[in-house]
């Protein structure tokens, strides 16, 4: 053999030395990353118990802050509140607002310990909004249980969810732990976007009714949906975390863009899984393709539609209207979508916003060990298996 030949072999064999360590090493952060997670999350469930019974205890409700009054029926507290808040938060979830929220804390020099209890503040918001939107969207499912409207009611479903609304910010405005200014500046920030929450809903109810016609319905509009509906929510994870860590508005208003495009990545692959094949997601939520009996207006659909023939786009939009339970229709407004390549391009546009997203995460989140929690944490988000 040649002295070069031989080199080259050694030079290959260090190659997948190399390649093999380093595969090593991101196995080993990714077990590191997912024992991490389960470790924070079980630290979030507890602090959501406890919350949930601090601020519904009549002490807490006969205090001055909320007024003296007269004597709190305890069971009434007991039956309306706590039961069936505990029932939807036991049903689980990865708790990624609040994971995220603390990892923003951290990343900005905070002991995130010391300030759980406002992590789970846009957890709670967030399983008020899933309350309304299964009594919204009539789901029978949720997380593969029976929703909260099915077992309690819709009166005290809709009542229980606006109350979990508002139930966590007792956390923020009672403190002493941080500054008026920090509080300031997070009930501003949840103001806004739960405001935006509302309006991307009350789109969102519009396009399910068939008031708008589906075709003046672009993919611009439907990703501001999205950005309301999804990416709000985030944001105010986020932003709980960079204000108790000092981060100033421009850095907020940043955080807050970032959170919009993670939220539409997410949704993007949300409902790309829910029409494509038995995934675990549609499983969740009724079954594959639950979004066609819905009648959701996705970027898949608003593609389809404009990359279709016009028999086939009309089909499709007289199947969305149906609010079909047909399997055979169900399958064939699937086979119009994949056929039209919206999958391909509901992939493109899922990257873009997540590239996006990325290069702000670099521009205001300061480099540490939380950060690069937070891009695992949101490759996580994006890329769930079909």
């Known amino acids: 053999m040649s002295y070069s030949s031989k080199n080259a072999k050694r030079a290959q064999s260090s190659t997948q030395q190399k390649s093999a360590a380093e595969t090593q090493t991101e196995e080993a952060d990714k077990q590191a990353m ?6 924070t999350v079980g630290k979030v469930n507890l602090m959501l118990s406890a919350s949930l019974d601090r601020f519904t205890s009549p002490k807490y409700l006969r205090s001055p802050y909320l007024g003296p009054g007269y004597t709190y029926d305890e069971r009434g507290i007991e039956k309306g509140v706590r039961e069936p808040a505990t029932y939807i938060l036991n049903l689980g979830g990865k708790r990624l607002r609040p994971l995220s929220s603390i990892l923003v804390m951290e990343a900005f020099g905070v002991d995130s310990n010391k300030f759980l209890e406002f992590s789970v503040v846009p957890e709670v918001i967030h399983t008020g909004t899933l309350i309304h939107d299964d009594i919204e969207d009539n789901s029978d499912k949720r997380r593969g249980n029976d929703t909260v409207h099915k077992i309690y009611g819709i009166p005290k479903s809709i009542n229980l969810g606006s109350t979990m609304f508002f139930l966590p910010l007792n956390a923020i405005f009672d403190s002493r732990k941080i500054d008026e200014g920090a509080k300031y500046r997070m009930a501003k920030y949840i103001i806004r976007d739960m405001t935006r929450l509302g309006v991307g809903q009350a789109i969102d109810i519009s396009w399910h009714n068939q008031e ?39 850095a907020l208003e940043r955080i807050g863009i970032l959170a919009d495009n993670i939220g539409i990545a997410f949704q993007i692959r949300d409902d790309v899984l829910n029409i494509a094949g038995d995934s675990g997601v549609a499983k969740n939520k009724g079954g594959s393709g639950e979004d066609i009996t819905e009648g959701k207006i996705t970027v898949l659909v608003a593609y389809a539609m404009q990359h279709s023939s016009k028999a086939e786009a009309e089909e499709l939009a007289g199947i969305l209207k149906e609010h079909t339970a047909s399997r055979k229709k169900i399958n064939r407004a699937i086979e119009i979508i994949r056929s039209s390549g919206a999958l391909e391009h509901a992939a493109q546009l899922e990257k873009e916003h997540l590239d996006d997203a990325l290069r702000i995460l670099e521009e205001v989140i300061p480099e540490s060990e939380a950060k690069k929690k937070l891009r695992y944490i949101f490759g996580f988000m994006t890329t769930r298996g079909v």
């Open 34 to 39: 997912k024992e991490w997670m389960a470790e």
């Open 212 to 250: 708008i016609d589906i075709n003046a319905i672009n993919e611009e509009q439907i990703m501001q949906c999205l950005a309301n509906k999804t990416g709000a929510l985030l944001g105010i994870a986020m932003k709980i975390g960079a204000a108790i860590g000092g981060a100033d508005d421009h």
